[in-house]
């Protein structure tokens, strides 16, 4: 049996392309969702009390959809890098943070090979608030320039869904339910 979750992230990627009515949509899909499914569709929809000749389009695209990251930096200590991540957790600008363990950190600063202890701080988060997660972790970061590093993220379409559903809305997105 077919993951229902990532058939209907796909049905929603879909129809997104198209205008349709909300009366050909119905209720059915969102009622058949998974709990977190069915939370993504109401946040990310046009109610569908909406007029039957009234245009209903998903506000989550395709670039939306499938369109995170995961953002990588360091931090001189744990309780620094906990406190950054609760800070952008609370900001809704990243959906998950994970602090290791510290680590050494070998580097060129003013032309000399530095050497010291770090912590990593792993944020997972969407494309579109990178910008916004930037500005707000170099207002909290201690380094003149701190590594901000990210790299096209994947994965299954529930885990997907719920990071979208607890990430701010897309920026343009009008939802009314």
């Not at 349709?20 to 069915?38: D, F, N, T, W």
């Not at 744990?78 to 900001?91: F, G, N, R």
């Not at 901000?148 to 009314?176: C, E, R, T």
Request: proline residues 5%; glycine residues 4%.
């Amino acid at each position: 049996m077919r993951d229902r979750t990532a058939d209907l992230l796909h049905a929603m990627q879909a129809l997104s392309q198209l205008s349709y009515s909300p009366k050909k949509l119905g209720a059915r899909i969102i009622g058949s969702a998974p709990k977190g499914v069915k939370n993504f569709l109401t946040k990310n929809c046009h109610s569908a009390k909406a007029q039957s000749n009234q245009a209903f389009s998903p506000h989550i695209t395709k670039s939306h959809a499938m369109s995170f990251c995961i953002v990588l930096t360091t931090f001189p200590t744990a309780e620094l890098a906990k406190q950054a991540a609760h800070d952008l957790l609370a900001a809704r600008l990243a959906a998950c943070a994970q602090v290791d363990a510290a680590m050494t950190a070998l580097y060129w600063w003013d032309g000399q090979i530095q050497q010291d202890s770090e912590v990593r701080l792993l944020l997972k988060t969407r494309r579109d608030l990178l910008n916004a997660l930037e500005q707000r972790l170099r207002s909290l970061h201690p380094y003149q320039t701190p590594q901000f590093l990210h790299v096209k993220a994947d994965g299954s379409a529930d885990y997907l869904a719920w990071m979208n559903s607890v990430l701010q809305p897309p920026a343009g997105a009008s939802i009314s339910i």
